[in-house]
Every structure is written in C-alpha cells, then in structure tokens.
C-alpha cells in the first residue's frame, strides 16, 4: 500500500470518530436507543414515559424482584418490603439482606430472576440491563410482569411512588407516599426563599474530578433550592478540569465523594472555597439515589447550604 | 493479455526467449537489456558474479517480475500478464531455500507441485497421483515419502522440492542455486538431476555459482555482470581466460578434465600464483 | 485429497460435531438456577423458559462465536505464516470493537434527535456492518503497514497489529468518555467479550454471515496450504497469490466483524484452539480449518460454561473474554517463548 493510502486510512478512521463524538455531546439526560421496552424518546415518568409489559398483578404482587436499589427503596417506603423475594447484588438496604441476588445493576440474571417466580418485577430503565430485561420480558410469557420506569428528573421521583404503588396494588399507599416526597420537594422550595443564592460545586469524586453537572439530580435539587451549580456545559457528571472549578469560584462545595476520606478535600485546595473551609460533607450518600430516600435527605442538603456564610 | 492460443505442444522453439529485458529494485538496475533464449532439451547455466542479475533474470522468466522494458516470452506467452495457474503448468521454479514453517510430508509437498492441475479444493485425481510417483521415483525419494520434511537432511530435502517441480510436468524448468549449502555429492546429485530433466526433454535454466560444475553438466553458459549479458556458448567458448578475468575480476588458468573432457578453471591463489588483485 | 486424507476428515468432522454438542449440553445444565431436564421438557416453567430460552440460545451464541473466531485465527496464521497471528492480537478484533462502537455511539446520538431513526441505527444489523467494515479496515491496515520493502513480513504486521490494538482501546477510551453515562457501561461490558442475550433474528444473521464467511476459508484451505509454502513459491505452484490474500482477509474479516458484533472482543480463541488442533491433525488447512472452527465452537461454550461456574458463589457471571484473556495470555507468552526456542536450536 502507498503511503499515501496509509495516511488516508488513519485519517479516516479518525474523521468516523469525530462525528460520532459530536453526536454524542448533546444537552440534556441521555436516552438509551429505543425498543419494545422504552419510550422513543427521553419521557420521564411524570410525563407518562413508564411502560409496563404485562398488567398489575391482580390482588396486588405478592413476589417482587426489583432491579434497582432505589426501587427496594420506594417498596420499603409503602411497608411492602416483605414482598420482595430477590434484589441486586448492589442492594444495602437493611430490609434486603437476606434476600436472594439476580445479580447486578447493569448485568441482571434473567436466569436467577426466572428461579424466584415472581410476578412482578420493577426496572429503573437508566442503567445498561436492557438487552437481560427485554430477554426477560420475552420469556415472562404472561408468567409475570414487569414495570419499566425512566427515572431522570426530580419530578419522576413522586410519579414512580404513584406508579409503584398502582402495581403493587397499593395506589392509595403511593398516592400517599408520592404527596409527601413532593411536599419535602415543595418545602425545599420554599426555603429558598429565605436564603441567600450561592454558587455551589457539587463533588462527588476527586480524583478525578467528578462534579454534578447540568442534567443530574443533585443540579435539579440544587436550583430547586435556590442556589446555581458553579459547574456549566451540558454532561451530567463530567469529569471538571480543577481550572474551570476554581475559576468558577463557587461559594460553597459540597463534598459528596463518599468513598474517599473526608480530609483528602484538601487536595482541591486550589478552589478558594476549599482553602477557606467552606466544605459541607454530607453524611449519607442517599442523596444520590433517585427514590424516597434522597427526599428523605433532603434535610442534609439544606444543612449544608445553611452552613455557608451569607454574602 | 490472452494469448492467441493455449499453450501446448508444439511449443514454440525457443520456448524461453527473453528481448532486451529490463528490471530495476527502485533505483538499482538489476537486469539491463538481457536477451537470451533457451530451448527444450538444453540444460543452460546462468553464471556471474553476486548482484549480476541471474536471479531477477530468472524470477522474470517465470513471471513473477515484470519486465520494464524489452519482452518476456514463455512458451509464446507473456508470463507475467499470464494467468499463475497456466503459467505454473509450463514452468517451475525450485527456489534456493524453500521455506519450511509446517511439518508437511514429503508426498504432501510433492503433491503440492499438482494444484497447477487441480481444482480449488486440491482433490487428488489419478493423473496427480501418477505424476507424483513418477517425481518421487526420478528424485529417488520412495523410501522417505511418508517422512515430515523437516526430519530430513538438507540433500534430501533439495530432493523434495525438485521433485515438486517435477511433478508440475512443466516444460520449463528454473533452477535458483540448487548446489547451494550441499556438500559435494548432494551438488553433483543435484546436477545429475536437472541433466536428466534436460535430456528428458524440459528445458532446464539454472542459476548457478560454481564455474566447474556448470562446465560440466551444462550445454551452454551464460555469463552476466551487472544486469548485462557479457558472453555466451559452449561452456569452453565461455570459460576462457580473458572471460572470466573480465566477468568475475579473478584471474584464472583453464584447462581440461583429463577423465571428461570438460572445461576446467582453476584461480591462481597460493605461494606460487603471480601477482594478482588481492595475493600477497 | 486421497482417502486416507477423507476418512480423516470425516472423523475429525464427526468429532468436533460431538465435542460442540456436548460442550452445549453441557452449558445447559450449568447456571445459577438448578433446573429439571426433565422438568424442561415437560415444559415446566421457569425450567422450560431458562434452559431453551436462556442458556441453549447462549450456548449457540457461543458456539458460532468461537467457530468463526477459531476459523479466522487460522487462515490468518497461514496468510501470516506464524502461528502468533490471530484476529485478537492483529488488532482486527479492535478494529471491529471500534466500527461497532461508533454506531452504537452514532445510534444513541441519533436516539437524542430522532428515537426511531436512533433505534434502527443501534441494532443489530447496522452494528454488525459497522463491526465488519471496522474488521476489514484494520485488516487492509495491519497488512498495509506490515511490510518491509515491500513484502508482507509476519513480524512487523504483528507488531502493527498490537500498537493498533493500543490504539483503538485509546480511541474507545475517549468515545466512551463522551458517551452518556447508561451507554458507556454498557458499552464497557460489550467490549470486554460478555455473551448476552442476543435475538434470536441477530443470532441468525450472524450465524449466516459466519457460516458464508468460515465457508468461503474452507473452500481456500487448499491454497492457504500453498500460501504456507511463501508468496514466490505460491505463485510459482499456480496460486494468484494477491486475490487468494485478498479474498481471505475479506473472509476472515467478516467473520472475525461478525463475532465481535455478537459477543464484544474475545481474544485468543483463534491463537489456542487452531495450534492444539494443528498438533493432532496436522498442517493441511483442508483438515485443519474446519476442525479448526469445530473445536473453536465447542471451546468457547466450555470456556463460557467454565467463566459462569467459576463465579457462581460471587453471584456474578463474568464475560467470557475475561476469560480467554485469563487463559491465552499465559499461553501466548509460552509460545512465544517456544517458538524464540526453537529458532535458537534451528540456528544451531
């Protein structure tokens, strides 16, 4: 080959990469390509984006398997975690812990599902398992159910409170459930009101830099409180240059990297937030879990904007 | 380009005929302006110092260089533009050191010579059969035919790889160094073997180093230096004093096998040798 | 081919056949759940639905796996003349991860646009194009560059191969870091040769593509057996030696594109199982390459079997090329080591 084609070859290959890196930088929570089991697009569930292969269990579910600690969560919040024969490997919830694991978040086991004869089982879709759930959903063969729920704003929080309650055959336990998730929202809201409108920089690991960007949870929560995300541009969890971090010069810098030691903020201290000590470590990681419990800790957030200095 | 006709008996006379042909590695001009022919029956020698051009010469021939310039001719066609498969069943080429990285068989390997004739699965036909046996028997090789090559000395595996061109049943013979790394029975063997050929009827060209041995079993020489043809004839027309001191820059003294009769030259190196290029 | 040469390969044939239908056997009774054959055929559920809905589809997917990258792996190494080639270490593997990925990437942007449009680009037929064309570039690509002076030299297109392996992990690398969050781990398990749950239609192409392309090998064994013997010699023996490597890479591409489309990069199968074959039947590529691609077949099942019994009290299965990796690393290594030997001796 000349060396004139072997040129042409490299850059080739290169140039295909580059349009398919500038397809992918586009705004907002992302979608997995679409199938029997998804919305086209990128509906949340307050927006009706939840699809269901199968109908309720009559007479509410008595086994359920969920796929997602979160959804544990929302079922141990309307009492019905006895109900639950199986959870994911990455499941801590003390109410699970002797239940059987139909393995992890992104790589369910239809197999191990199958074994437990559930009739229903509850799927957050925002996670990599599409291709096991849709195998799944192939073989339930009218044996179970299952509820497919996009989780991706805030608002879809109390919706799938409504709509898990509807398929465990509880609506008024969700019904109930879901008002209050939304009235700890409301309330985060209106406290706004009285406090001043920081600039905050949401980490949630260090090494690299890891920060909560536009389009995640902690963004929404954050605005939603009255304060602005220090962090721009339009990925979710981006992995932040420490430059643009301290030339954003946020105000307040929750610490929400849990799996490093709380002193080792200190490696950030080019961030004058940092070097001036104001840092709020959050105590729990709930609130990086999209279900009740992050509601439930909604107080620690306001805690740690409440710590900060006002201007 | 097709030729006009298949080729096939008769074959043209010369069935080598190579014009004015020319060849460069880039650069560096291998062949320039050769033209030599060769006929059926004749076991012809090509001779000359390193880099003279007899394997680029030889390599055209069969086909497998173009020339740049001038005309190739094997059997009437083009060698080059040919089709291999057409090509391969008029002429063979048994290369200096044929590569072994697999443990086939000495019949695998002989057979291999077939596939010219074959289909594209390499099924065995009773003409291939026969054509094997016949090489196999001619190269004195039936006692080690179920043997891996690679367990064979380096005379007998010579053996298999002319007997792989044999079994081609080409016309065309091209032989590149086959005296190279034997011992002197294995090089008289190997010469014995392309006189036969020749006498049986192929037209034999081989590529060859040592002066005396050509003399011997050649029936004409030709003497290349630097891409050009600088003489050709009988080996006693080619191997005169004048000659090889021209081609090979080595000075020589000729004379006769007192027991043959073929043409023998000797260099003048030790105590007693004149003055000359490199003596003390 | 003579007779003795046939009845040796009908039963090296039969015996592949047997091997892949009990390596399938037994991945079907191998999982997390015990079942009940019997149960299963009665058509008992959940045993009816895991044994013929998850784990024989499984195992299929497996077996034309392996059989086309242990197909591929040989014509390579006649083509290389090395029996180091295969379709992992050239970086043909890679080049096919990187086509896949970039229609996937491409889909999910799509996705963002226009849902229907994004989900058609993301399934199986367009990412398996894109696998086999990225197959094909890196195949013209390693053995474009692999050449000293113009001449195909083994050892150059494998360092070539290995520095574009680095290459396209680098470039995956950055992809996935633009990707969405959910797309990148999925991305991430693909790539590292996990055996899901393929459709039964995406099984059935690839199964196609892989039985036209191992095929199209099959009918070249007997001048991949010329190849073997060096280009001059090939072309002097009849062989159209430019075509016939043409027409094996494209082959050995598409099935090397088409695997990888199926099951991410599993390395080593093409490296392990044609050199324990060669060492039983020999060096003719008309027995050697479907038996080859057979046994290819059959390992990979165990090898799949093998990975999902061996973490089953981790509660997790892991990918199937973590495991070949785990074995043919060590193995690449010791033949190279071998072969460095038996230069060394040869030169004595």
């Known amino acids: 080959m000349s060396h004139a084609a072997k040129v042409a070859l490299v850059a080739l290959l290169l140039a295909a990469a580059a349009p398919a890196a500038a397809l992918t930088t586009g705004p907002g929570p992302s979608s997995a390509p679409a199938g029997p089991l998804l919305p086209a697009s990128a509906k949340g569930a307050a927006a009706g984006g939840a699809t269901w292969v199968g109908r309720p269990p009559a007479g509410g579910a008595r086994r359920i398997v969920t796929l997602a600690p979160s959804m544990t969560d929302y079922l141990v919040a309307l009492g019905a975690a006895d109900r639950i024969v199986g959870v994911t490997r990455v499941d801590h919830a003390p109410e699970v812990a002797s239940r059987p694991r139909v393995g992890g978040f992104l790589d369910p086991s239809p197999e191990a599902v199958l074994g437990l004869k559930p009739d229903l089982v ?163 990681d709930d609130l990086l879990r999209a279900g009740p419990r992050m509601i439930e800790a909604l107080g620690d957030l306001e805690q740690a904007l409440a710590g900060a200095p006002r201007r | 380009m097709s030729p006009h006709r298949l080729p096939g008996p008769p074959w043209p006379s010369p069935i080598v005929d190579v014009r004015e042909a020319r060849h460069a590695y880039g650069r560096r001009v291998a062949v320039d302006g050769v033209s030599f022919t060769a006929r059926e029956g004749e076991f012809v020698g090509l001779l000359g110092p390193n880099g003279a051009g007899k394997s680029t010469l030889i390599r055209l021939v069969a086909g497998l260089l173009a020339p740049s ?79 891996r090559v690679d367990a064979l000395s380096g005379g007998e595996r010579r053996r298999v790889f002319f007997a792989r061109a044999l079994a081609q049943e080409p016309r065309v013979l091209l032989l590149d160094e086959p005296t190279a790394f034997l011992d002197l029975a294995h090089q008289v063997a190997a010469m014995e073997m392309a006189r036969l050929a020749a006498r049986g009827g192929l037209c034999v060209v081989a590529v060859l180093h040592d002066l005396n041995l050509a003399a011997a079993a050649c029936d004409r020489l030709v003497a290349l230096r630097e891409g050009k043809v600088v003489a050709e004839g009988s080996p006693s027309e080619v191997l005169t004093e004048e000659r090889v001191r021209e081609v090979w820059g080595v000075p020589v003294w000729r004379g006769q096998n007192g027991a043959t009769g073929a043409t023998v030259v000797l260099p003048n190196v030790g105590p007693r040798s004149p003055a000359g290029p490199g003596v003390p | 081919m003579t007779s003795p040469r046939r009845s040796r390969l009908v039963l090296a044939l039969g015996l592949g056949l047997l091997a892949i239908v009990l390596a399938v056997a037994g991945s079907c009774l191998l999982g997390p759940q015990p079942i009940s054959l019997r149960a299963a055929l009665d058509g008992v559920e959940p045993d009816r639905a895991i044994l013929f809905g998850l784990r024989l589809p499984r195992a299929v997917l497996a077996a034309v796996v392996g059989f086309a990258l242990a197909g591929a792996g040989t014509a390579l190494q006649a083509l290389l003349r090395n029996p180091l080639a295969e379709p992992f270490v050239l970086g043909v593997s890679g080049g096919a991860a990187l086509g896949g990925t970039i229609v996937l990437l491409a889909a999910a942007g799509l996705s963002a646009v226009s849902g229907p449009a994004g989900a058609l680009l993301g399934s199986a037929p367009p990412v398996a194009a894109g696998a086999v064309v990225g197959a094909m570039l890196s195949t013209f690509l390693v053995f474009g560059l692999g050449r000293i002076g113009g001449r195909l030299v083994p050892e150059a297109a494998l360092l070539v191969g290995i520095v574009f392996n680095a290459f396209v992990a680098g470039v995956i690398t950055l992809l996935k870091m633009l990707a969405p969050p959910d797309q990148a781990a999925r991305l991430l398990y693909w790539l590292m040769g996990a055996i899901g749950y393929e459709s039964a239609s995406t099984l059935a192409v690839g199964s196609v593509l892989v039985l036209l392309s191992v095929g199209t090998l099959g009918l070249l064994s007997a001048r991949l057996n010329l190849l073997t013997l060096g280009d001059e010699e090939a072309a002097s023996l009849g062989v159209d030696v430019r075509r016939t490597r043409a027409l094996v890479f494209f082959a050995a591409s598409a099935a090397t594109g088409a695997a990888v489309a199926l099951a991410g990069m599993v390395g080593f199968v093409g490296l392990i199982v044609p050199h324990l074959v060669r060492r039983v039947v020999g060096p003719d590529h008309r027995l050697l390459l479907p038996a080859s691609a057979l046994f290819g077949a059959a390992f990979l099942v165990a090898a799949d079997a093998l990975a999902r019994l061996a973490f089953l009290p981790l509660g997790t299965e892991p990918p199937v090329g973590a495991v070949t990796a785990f074995l043919g690393g060590p193995f690449f290594l010791w033949l190279l080591r071998r072969q460095a030997r038996e230069h060394d001796e040869g030169v004595q």
């Open chain 2, 69 to 147: 310039a001038g005309t190739v001719r094997l059997g009437g066609f083009d060698p080059h533009a040919a089709p291999r498969k057409l090509v391969a069943r008029v002429c063979a080429l048994v290369p200096q050191e044929p590569r072994l990285d697999w443990p086939f068989t000495v019949r695998d390997v002989v057979m291999m010579g077939r596939s010219a004739h074959q289909g594209l699965l390499g099924i065995a036909g009773r003409d291939d059969l026969g054509a094997v046996e016949g090489a196999l028997t001619a190269c004195d090789l039936q006692h080690v035919a179920g043997r």
């Open chain 1, 122 to 284: 509850l799927w957050v879709t925002d996670g990599g398992a599409l291709a096991a759930v849709r195998r799944l959903a192939e073989l339930s063969a009218g044996s179970f159910s299952i509820l497919a729920v996009p989780v991706v704003t805030v608002a879809d929080v109390p919706a799938t409170a409504k709509l898990v309650g509807e398929a465990i055959g509880d609506p008024a336990g969700g019904a109930a459930l879901a008002e209050r998730l939304q009235a700890a929202l409301d309330r985060l809201h209106l406290h706004a009101a009285g406090r001043s409108r920081q600039r905050v920089l949401f980490v949630v690991g260090r090494d690299p830099l890891v920060v909560a960007g536009p389009g995640s949870f902690p963004d929404e929560l954050l605005r939603l409180a009255g304060c602005d995300n220090a962090v721009g541009g339009s990925r979710p969890w981006p992995v932040y240059p420490l430059e643009l971090a301290v030339a954003a010069n946020p105000d307040l810098v929750i610490d929400a990297a849990f799996d490093e030691p709380a002193g080792s903020i200190s490696r950030l201290s080019a961030i004058p937030a940092v070097r001036r000590g104001v840092v709020a470590r959050l105590p729990r």
